[in-house]
């Protein structure tokens, strides 16, 4: 084994640690939130639902409350209510920050994990430096919908979803 090998070896263990901990951190959160959720305004709450429902739901982009009303209307514009049942999805201003923060850890494990398959391979240093950018750059984009629905349900689990409203026609 060379020494970019062993170098990109001890990065890739190391990264192993920090998301496993990471995971370990959001696997609690989630924990709390489901323990301490909230009935919200229609009495349906997140008990009632089971947790593969509410995964399958923000797999799909769909509203975790009623599972019928799309989150995007376009890949890149998320709705602000559920079009079935009026939902508020993000209520305060600053909920774009997890998934921002999510997205970005998409695409910095893309990169090392790109970085470290390239470095094995005993590529140059060009393409050792520009696989990573590009995969980074198209994962975080990939991510995007997905984090921002995995964040919602999320705040629906912590009772941070806005209310409903009348449904738009």
Same mark, same amino acid.
């Given at each position: @084994?060379?020494?970019?090998?062993?170098?990109?070896?001890?990065?890739?263990?190391?990264? +192993?640690?920090?998301?496993?901990?990471?995971?370990?951190? &959001?696997?609690? $959160?989630?924990?709390?939130? #489901?323990?301490?959720? /909230?009935? %919200? %305004?229609? *009495?349906?709450?997140?008990?009632?639902?089971?947790?593969? $429902?509410? $995964?399958?739901?923000?797999?799909?982009?769909?509203?975790? $409350?009623? *599972?019928?009303?799309?989150?995007?209307?376009?890949?890149? /514009?998320?709705?602000?209510?559920?079009?079935?049942? +009026?939902?508020?999805?993000?209520?305060?201003? *600053?909920?774009?920050?997890?998934?921002?923060?999510?997205?970005?850890?998409? &695409?910095?494990?893309?990169?090392?994990?790109?970085?470290?398959?390239?470095?094995?391979?005993?590529? %140059? #240093?060009?393409?050792?430096?520009?696989?990573?950018?590009?995969?980074?750059?198209?994962? *975080?984009?990939?991510?995007? !919908?997905?984090?921002?629905?995995? #964040?919602?349900?999320?705040?629906?689990? %912590? +009772?941070? @979803? +806005?209310?409903?409203?009348?449904? !738009?026609?």
């Amino acid at each position: @084994m060379t020494t970019d090998q062993e170098i990109a070896l001890s990065i890739a263990i190391s990264f +192993g640690v920090i998301v496993l901990l990471a995971g370990l951190g &959001a696997t609690a $959160i989630i924990a709390i939130g #489901w323990s301490e959720r /909230e009935e %919200n %305004n229609a *009495g349906e709450t997140a008990a009632a639902l089971p947790p593969g $429902i509410l $995964i399958k739901r923000a797999l799909a982009r769909t509203c975790p $409350i009623c *599972g019928r009303g799309a989150m995007f209307s376009s890949y890149w /514009e998320m709705r602000k209510v559920c079009p079935s049942c +009026g939902a508020q999805f993000w209520k305060n201003e *600053g909920e774009w920050v997890g998934p921002a923060v999510i997205d970005y850890a998409v &695409a910095a494990a893309v990169a090392v994990v790109t970085w470290t398959v390239l470095a094995f391979a005993g590529a %140059n #240093w060009i393409v050792q430096l520009a696989f990573p950018i590009v995969a980074a750059f198209a994962s *975080g984009i990939a991510a995007i !919908p997905w984090t921002r629905s995995l #964040w919602t349900l999320f705040l629906f689990l %912590n +009772g941070e @979803m +806005g209310s409903r409203q009348t449904p !738009p026609a």
